[in-house]
Structures are given as C-alpha cells and as structure tokens.
C-alpha cells in the first residue's frame, strides 16, 4: 500500500511475531519449538494512524500511547476489516482517547521505537 491508502486516523492491524514459553489467548499460528521448550506465534495489534514521518513512513500509536515508526509497504500491516472494526472497536476508542489527551497535553506517548522489517 502506499502512503496516499493510510490516513491520519485509520483503524490498522499490525502482526507481530513472538517467541515465548506460553502464548496468550489471542496467539495465532503457534509454533513449537524442536524441543517443545518455549513456541514462536503471531499476535495481531490493533493500532491507530497517527501521521507520516518526514521520510514518508507511518506513525502508528499504540493502546498505551506509545508510537511505532512503520514502513507504508511492510506486509504484517493492512487496515482493519469491517469484522475487526465492530469486534475490537472498544480497543481503537481508547487509542483515539489516549491520541486526543496527548494532544491536550495530558498523556504524552511514553516511547517511540521503529519496527523492524521482517523477511
């Protein structure tokens, strides 16, 4: 997708890949590990749009306001579905929450990190 498909507001999700000894409830496509000691899963993150990075790239903010720096071309992000936008609607109102008390100055992002691109 391109920059002109993401707006400064938009509902997306994120896919995530971790590696730990219990995936959660929302873990997809769990992998064990060879020796079943700990397993490599997906979790899927519901993020909102919040602006463009000089270099064209997106600003993404989080549940706990922090922000992520995302390439508009990285393959684990696309928009909300019709389905993920009335099942976790509750989750992107309190970003837009958290989004607007930061701008009243009362919650700022607590970091900013950059997401690495995946292979």
Known sequence: ?????????DWVVFRITK??????????NVIPARH???YRYTVDKFWIVVGFTTDGQLSLRTRRGKEHVVATNDLRLRKANLWERWRYRARFE???R????????????KSRSTVMSGG
């Open 98 to 109: 958290t989004q607007f008390a930061g701008l009243a100055g009362q919650g700022e992002p």
């Open 36 to 38: 079943g000691d700990s």
């Open 1 to 9: 997708m391109s920059r002109r498909q993401y707006q400064p507001g």
């Open 94 to 96: 309190e970003i837009q």
């Open 19 to 28: 590696f730990g000894d219990h995936p959660g409830p929302r873990a997809e």
